[in-house]
T-cell receptor, first 116, second 113 residues
């Protein structure tokens, strides 16, 4: 069975500093995708970044980058130059297989607090 | 565009009552999903539908049923609500691309007393 582990229930970071949120996964499927989502206190789910299992380079989207270490089965999210608005819950998620019809499961999340 | 629309936003039920949570998407997505979110447990997949006419169990399907009414609509039914089903429920959809993310509704906060 696939599994996603986020070991940091809460993290603090100083404004303008970088922070890494950890995510490890477990799957036997060679084709999978890893996603990060942000959930602010307002409750909506916001997609941040995607990494495919066959992608050769680490994904980047603005201030977000994904540190993908396939052999270690980790997909850590790096947020550079943290802003107060980055305070939120962050979820790592994995989709096994390919195409549109495969289930996506989530980790328990990490709550990030950005200090002024 | 509305995206993914869930109704109702809030609901209080008594133990044993039934209800249906409605979800509709206007993005022509093939796949739709129901999750529940509980503190400290992230989002857990209840059921999903890869395409119109198919449904599959997720991680926590017990106590729920689903119907993929058509390509747009995917409903979640609680036949006999229990306090353990108190949660926030999210519907989501995605298109067929490998890198396509989930698009979420705004959630339904359900309390079972």
């Amino acid at each position: 069975a696939q599994k996603i582990t986020q070991t940091q229930p809460g993290m603090f970071v100083q404004e303008k500093e970088a922070v890494t949120l950890d995510c490890t996964y477990d799957t036997s499927d060679p084709s999978y995708g890893l996603f990060w989502y942000k959930q602010p206190s307002s409750g909506e789910m916001i997609f941040l970044i995607y990494q495919g299992s066959y992608d050769q380079q680490n994904a980047t989207e603005g201030r977000y980058s994904l540190n993908f270490q396939k052999a270690r089965k980790s997909a850590n999210l790096v947020i550079s130059a943290s802003q107060l608005g980055d305070s939120a819950m962050y979820f790592c998620a994995m989709r096994e297989g390919w195409g549109g019809g495969f289930k996506t499961i989530f980790g328990a999340g990490t709550r990030l607090f950005v200090k002024a | 565009n509305a995206g993914v629309t869930q109704t109702p936003k809030f609901q209080v039920l008594k133990t044993g009552q039934s209800m249906t949570l409605q979800c509709a998407q206007d993005m022509n997505h093939n796949s739709m999903y129901w999750y529940r979110q509980d503190p400290g447990m992230g989002l857990r997949l209840i059921y999903y539908s890869a395409s119109e006419g198919t449904t599959d169990k997720g991680e926590v399907p017990n106590g729920y049923n689903v119907s993929r009414l058509n390509k747009r609509e995917f409903s979640l039914r609680l036949e006999s609500a229990a306090p353990s089903q108190t949660s926030v429920y999210f519907c989501a959809s995605r298109s067929g691309g490998d890198n396509s993310p989930l698009h979420f509704g705004n959630g339904t906060r359900l309390t079972v007393t």
